[in-house]
Each structure stands twice: as structure tokens, then as C-alpha cells.
């Protein structure tokens, strides 16, 4: 059973653009999500992360949206850079364990 | 060393024949994790490791998969009976208990079942 859902495998954007990544969730018992970057042969990591009790998070370049009602948060990368192209993981935390979702493919392009 | 550290990097075998996995997480971390990532999918939780806590082996898929962790260091991941749908890259992480959940990850066991 999915609880944690990224329905675009793949996103394509302008060098400079800004890119949105998509998550969606199921359990409401959630209490912290994340999102990971991951490079091929690499393993994830890090990048941003929001209590489910804060609607928005911001560092640098990264900002995270979180719609509790809607069960959707969203990753904004702007400006995207080359070095941005990944995969993007969207993580959620219930009771210290992280589900992750399928992942979205970024590819940025000059 | 500084990261979580995993071993082999890559390991080719026979399908039937029992793997290990191993994994050192960062110093002073009391949880660890084991996921399991196929071909062109997203990460699979297998197992959790807090402290002296009984593991979370809730993700673990048969009775073939099994995990220990001595204290509040190294792991072993062991497959029996490898089967082709196995093969996959088995990632380790590592935390210290903070508000965020932020996990620290090793690059990954590729496993190749033949």
C-alpha cells in the first residue's frame, strides 16, 4: 500500500525556470516530511525538510509547500541549475520510519 | 569514517545461494535502516533499528530476509535462498534521534542475482 505517491516520473525544465516536483500522501499520522536528491550510483540525500505542523520551509534555492488538507506538498527549485538534474524523493515519517515515494526524474536543460 | 559505509559495493550470484550485506552507520547514530531500491523504482523499506528497541521488521518481504545490528553499530543484511527478483540496491542509513527525520545514506549494495 503506497502512502507516499509522486505521480510524475520525469519533469524537463529550462535552465534558470523554475521546477515544481509533486508529492502526495495518504496518512494524516505523518508527522515530518522530506525530500531527497539522488545521483545515479550515489546513495539519497538530504535536502529539505518540513513539520507537518509548518506550511512552508525555505533554504537557499529549496522551498518546500505543505497542504495538510489536501495531503500534498510540493518542492520548488528556483533558479534551476544543471547540477539540479536527479531524482527527487518525497519522504514522509511515521513513527521514525521514512516511506518514500517512486521519484521524479529532473532533467535541466541549458 | 565520517559516512555510512556499506559493503560489497557490488556483489554477483547464484540464484539459491545466501548473501550478507554490511553496514557501518555514522559514530553515535542509535537508528538504522535498511531500503531496497529495483530497477526504476523508489525506495523500499525493509527494516528500522532504534536503540535497544525491538527492530521494525515490517517491511522485510519473506522469511528469507533477515537483519542484526550489534548495539548501536554495525549491521548485516542476510538474504538465503536468493531469487532473481532480489536483485536490487540495498541502501543502509543512519540517524540520530532529531525532530527532523533526516536520515544519512551509504551508496548502496548492488546485488545481481543470476
Known amino acids: 500500500d503506497q502512502q507516499v505517491k509522486q505521480n510524475s516520473p520525469s519533469l524537463s525544465v529550462q535552465e534558470g525556470r523554475i521546477s515544481i516536483l509533486n508529492c502526495d500522501y495518504t496518512n494524516s499520522m505523518f508527522d515530518y516530511f522530506l525530500w531527497y536528491k539522488k545521483y545515479p550510483a550515489e546513495g539519497p540525500t538530504f535536502l529539505i525538510s518540513i513539520s507537518s505542523i509548518k506550511d512552508k520551509n525555505e533554504d537557499g534555492r529549496f522551498t518546500v509547500f505543505l497542504n495538510k488538507s489536501a495531503k500534498h506538498l510540493s518542492l520548488h527549485i528556483v533558479p534551476s541549475q544543471p547540477g539540479d538534474s536527479a531524482v527527487y524523493f518525497c519522504a514522509a515519517r511515521d513513527w521514525g520510519k521514512l516511506q518514500f515515494g517512486a521519484g521524479t526524474q529532473v532533467v535541466v536543460t541549458p | 569514517g565520517a559516512g555510512v559505509s556499506q559493503s560489497p559495493s557490488n556483489k554477483v550470484t547464484e540464484k539459491g545461494k545466501d548473501v550478507e550485506l554490511r553496514c557501518d552507520p555514522i559514530s553515535g547514530h542509535t537508528a538504522l535502516y535498511w531500503y531496497r531500491q529495483r530497477l526504476g523504482q523508489g525506495l523500499e523499506f525493509l527494516i528500522y533499528?532504534?536503540?535497544?528497541?525491538?527492530?521494525?521488521k515490517s517491511g522485510l518481504p519473506s522469511d528469507r530476509f533477515s537483519a542484526e545490528r550489534t548495539g548501536e553499530s554495525v549491521s548485516t543484511l542476510t538474504i538465503q535462498r536468493t531469487q532473481q527478483e532480489d536483485s536490487a540496491v540495498y541502501l543502509c542509513?543512519?540517524?540520530?534521534?532529531?525532530?527532523?527525520?533526516?536520515?544519512?545514506f551509504g551508496e548502496g549494495s548492488r546485488l545481481t542475482v543470476l
Open positions: 533499528f532504534q536503540g535497544n528497541s525491538a527492530p521494525d
Open positions: 542509513a543512519s540517524s540520530s534521534w532529531t525532530d527532523t527525520g533526516e536520515l544519512f
